[in-house]
């Protein structure tokens, strides 16, 4: 089934959302327990980190960790928003940079200025878009020393589409930093998968809401598939991706095929899905990938492909090099919990 499709529905009494490129799972969003990334508090700065610049603080959903502040002291009320998901045992990551982030624009606080994204190059299309948004702006003004981010999901939108997000964020800003409030308080809930659809998959796609969505465009098959570490790569080839305490690793095989160029052709479909892997899984932090074994003058080109489908992905991933071992070693943000334990 050729072109996109954006499903949504539930697993296991989970909000849910998939996207399906040309029968292919190639998203999924599930919802958790957890505090969501993008919520924001006010917090209650509880005890610092000597050497570490660092402050705990009180939050009405558990211990949170801000990183190098200064000036804060024990007590002091402060806003912060979720930057990712908690590895077990630890406080929440979070920022006192505020972002207030929608489909088509996004409110900076304490970075003024009113910007349009690079990745619209046409002239009349960025106009388009900034006089929508002075005219949003002259009826709900953003708050004082804050910005504006125009996505470039704005490219495609009708401007009355983007004056409505605009004004919506502004005023949502203007009354999240005028909050006065004492004690932890949760002030803005992240977004569910739903909404995070709506916001970030905003390339044109055919769109199922009804109930057994997942179900008519394969999800639920996918979703099998991703019960099991075991990876089915084409030409016979697989690999192992299973999460430990401490890294997730990746095995390459090269199965049963015995052809001298074998390593090479395996390494080449590991590194084409191995995006896709980890941001269906959702899984981050640090990753280990042991390649079949091939010549090492083939490792630039192993290299280039995965780098290439790395600079696509929404979350920050940073490859690292190669070990004496002939390792590949990531470093990638989470900013999703792994599957495995919600389905």
């Given at each position: 089934?050729?072109?996109?499709?954006?499903?949504?529905?539930?697993?296991?009494?989970?909000?849910?959302?998939?996207?399906?490129?040309?029968?292919?799972?190639?998203?999924?969003?599930?919802?958790?327990?957890?505090?969501?990334?993008?919520?924001?508090?006010?917090?209650?700065?509880?005890?610092?980190?000597?050497?570490?610049?660092?402050?705990?603080?009180?939050?009405?959903?558990?211990?949170?960790?801000?990183?190098?502040?200064?000036?804060?002291?024990?007590?002091?009320?402060?806003?912060?928003?979720?930057?990712?998901?908690?590895?077990?045992?630890?406080?929440?990551?979070?920022?006192?940079?505020?972002?207030?982030?929608?489909?088509?624009?996004?409110?900076?606080?304490?970075?003024?200025?009113?910007?349009?994204?690079?990745?619209?190059?046409?002239?009349?299309?960025?106009?388009?878009?900034?006089?929508?948004?002075?005219?949003?702006?002259?009826?709900?003004?953003?708050?004082?020393?804050?910005?504006?981010?125009?996505?470039?999901?704005?490219?495609?939108?009708?401007?009355?589409?983007?004056?409505?997000?605009?004004?919506?964020?502004?005023?949502?800003?203007?009354?999240?930093?005028?909050?006065?409030?004492?004690?932890?308080?949760?002030?803005?809930?992240?977004?569910?998968?739903?909404?995070?659809?709506?916001?970030?998959?905003?390339?044109?796609?055919?769109?199922?809401?009804?109930?057994?969505?997942?179900?008519?465009?394969?999800?639920?098959?996918?979703?099998?598939?991703?019960?099991?570490?075991?990876?089915?790569?084409?030409?016979?080839?697989?690999?192992?991706?299973?999460?430990?305490?401490?890294?997730?690793?990746?095995?390459?095989?090269?199965?049963?095929?015995?052809?001298?160029?074998?390593?090479?052709?395996?390494?080449?479909?590991?590194?084409?899905?191995?995006?896709?892997?980890?941001?269906?899984?959702?899984?981050?932090?640090?990753?280990?990938?042991?390649?079949?074994?091939?010549?090492?003058?083939?490792?630039?080109?192993?290299?280039?492909?995965?780098?290439a489908g790395l600079k696509k992905e929404p979350t920050?991933?940073?490859?690292?090099?190669?070990?004496?071992?002939?390792?590949?070693?990531?470093?990638?943000?989470?900013?999703?919990?792994?599957?495995?334990?919600?389905?």
């Amino acid at each position: 089934m050729k072109g996109t499709t954006i499903a949504l529905d539930h697993v296991g009494g989970r909000e849910a959302a998939a996207r399906v490129i040309d029968g292919q799972l190639d998203d999924f969003l599930i919802d958790s327990d957890a505090p969501r990334p993008g919520a924001i508090y006010r917090a209650i700065a509880d005890r610092p980190v000597k050497g570490q610049g660092g402050m705990f603080l009180r939050t009405p959903d558990g211990s949170a960790f801000l990183r190098q502040v200064r000036g804060l002291k024990s007590g002091e009320s402060l806003l912060v928003q979720v930057t990712g998901y908690a590895e077990p045992g630890k406080a929440l990551p979070v920022t006192n940079r505020l972002l207030f982030k929608s489909r088509y624009a996004i409110v900076t606080p304490g970075a003024p200025g009113i910007n349009v994204s690079r990745s619209i190059r046409d002239d009349a299309l960025r106009d388009a878009a900034l006089l929508a948004a002075h005219e949003a702006l002259s009826d709900a003004p953003l708050p004082e020393g804050a910005g504006l981010i125009l996505r470039s999901s704005c490219a495609d939108a009708d401007p009355d589409d983007i004056s409505a997000d605009v004004t919506e964020m502004s005023r949502l800003a203007a009354h999240v930093l005028a909050d006065a409030g004492e004690g932890p308080e949760l002030l803005v809930e992240g977004d569910g998968p739903h909404a995070l659809a709506w916001r970030e998959w905003t390339g044109l796609a055919d769109l199922d809401t009804g109930e057994g969505s997942f179900e008519r465009h394969g999800v639920d098959e996918a979703l099998d598939e991703l019960r099991s570490a075991r990876v089915s790569l084409p030409g016979g080839f697989s690999m192992i991706v299973e999460p430990t305490s401490a890294l997730v690793a990746i095995d390459i095989n090269t199965g049963g095929v015995t052809s001298p160029a074998a390593g090479l052709k395996a390494n080449l479909a590991a590194m084409r899905d191995i995006p896709r892997q980890l941001r269906l899984r959702g899984l981050g932090g640090q990753i280990i990938i042991d390649p079949a074994p091939c010549a090492k003058k083939d490792r630039k080109q192993i290299e280039g492909l995965l780098r290439a489908g790395l600079k696509k992905e929404p979350t920050e991933t940073i490859l690292a090099g190669w070990t004496t071992l002939g390792l590949m070693e990531l470093q990638r943000k989470r900013d999703r919990l792994p599957i495995k334990g919600l389905l």
